[in-house]
């Protein structure tokens, strides 16, 4: 075989991979910046941290909600998270996660507070319901039902008086529900959790709709309004 003949696609191929590199890193770098931004615009936190990991794969984070020795401000004193990317900029492995991971971005919150919560309750996508139902400690002691939003279909499980009703006003408020995944609210360890497909101006939306209605997980005087004064029974 005359040399010319390998060399030539080897060299394409070559090129290829670098210009998938190069541009695949430029385009997370962009992503990266936009979530953070929006995220933090959103939640408002008083002190943030990213930490890489993977390059330009994705970032852990945390936000310190509050000022320092202020506790009722706001119900929340800490979020953390965790924003995941396609790997755009790897010729090879893209291929491999589009057929054996993921296909999408994804963005992981939790919001943890001092706060008593109702109870425990769950909105999950029913496209993502068989993975995450691995994950739920206690499962089949839960309620279940079924919901449809905007032509999707949730699974809604739960525990506690009044998170059913908790769980839809959330559902149908939120802005841009089709790319909600998991939502969860925990009574015993006092957080929420948040698991999203992040997509550019709708995150933001998404966070800043998403907060309001957390309200009522609360039990009834467990939440601080915005003066900075608990609520009254």
């Not at 790319?179 to 497909?197: A, G, M, S």
Request: include cysteine; glycine fraction near 8%; hydrophobic fraction near 35%.
């Amino acid at each position: 075989m005359n040399d010319t003949a390998l060399i030539v696609p080897l060299v394409g191929v070559a090129l290829l991979t670098t210009l998938v590199y190069y541009r695949g890193r430029k385009k997370n770098r962009w992503i990266s910046g936009w979530i953070s931004r929006e995220a933090e615009d959103a939640l408002r936190p008083v002190d943030t941290e990213y930490v890489n990991f993977g390059g330009v794969i994705g970032y852990n984070f945390v936000y310190k909600m509050r000022k320092k020795g202020d506790s009722h401000d706001q119900p929340f004193r800490e979020a953390k998270g965790t924003f995941t990317l396609l790997p755009r900029h790897s010729f090879f492995f893209i291929p491999i996660s589009f057929l054996f991971f993921t296909r999408h971005d994804r963005y992981y919150l939790q919001l943890y507070t001092d706060g008593k919560l109702a109870g425990e309750g769950h909105i999950i996508a029913r496209s993502y319901f068989s993975r995450a139902a691995r994950m739920i400690i206690g499962i089949d002691s839960l309620q279940r039902d079924d919901a449809d939003c905007n032509g999707k279909r949730y699974v809604l499980l739960w525990k506690g008086k009044g998170i059913e009703e908790s769980l839809r006003r959330l559902l149908f408020k939120l802005e841009h529900p089709e790319l909600l995944l998991h939502f969860c609210c925990y009574d015993e360890n006092k957080n929420f959790f948040l698991y999203v497909k992040p997509v550019w101006q709708k995150l933001g939306e998404l966070l800043k709709s998403y907060l309001p209605e957390l309200k009522p997980f609360f039990v009834k005087g467990g939440y601080t309004d915005e003066s900075g004064n608990a609520e009254k029974d």
